[in-house]
Nanobody, 114 residues
């Protein structure tokens, strides 16, 4: 069973940057797409970014500010978040799928506030 562990969240001021990391256990990491979701209080969980072997996708709200990348040698996916806004405040979750089953990390809190 694959396990995902996120890190890198914290409290930052508007305009600052953070980099989230998500490390996966197990093998064949490079074969699977990886996803970052977020959930703000009182809102539904939303897809922020995804990365396959070479294709990436970003939600409109983060396009141009966030960058998703992966290091297959380290079984790790990253989310570089620049020019953060208060609206980016949420718990960020790493996700992947195996045989149609969603696998989630524990989440990491990102708070953007002055």
């Amino acid at each position: 069973q694959v396990q995902l562990v996120e890190s890198g969240g914290g409290l930052v001021q508007p305009g600052e940057s953070l980099r989230l990391s998500c490390t996966a256990s197990g093998s064949d990491f490079s074969m699977y797409a990886m996803y970052w979701y977020r959930q703000a209080p009182g809102k539904q969980r939303e897809l922020v970014a995804q990365i396959g072997s070479s294709i990436t996708y970003y939600a409109d709200s983060v396009q141009g500010r966030f960058t998703i990348s992966r290091d297959n040698a380290k079984n790790t996916v990253y989310l570089q978040m620049n020019t953060l806004k208060p609206a980016d405040t949420a718990v960020y979750y790493c996700n992947t799928r195996r045989t149609g089953i969603d696998i989630w990390g524990q989440g990491t809190q990102v708070t953007v506030s002055s």
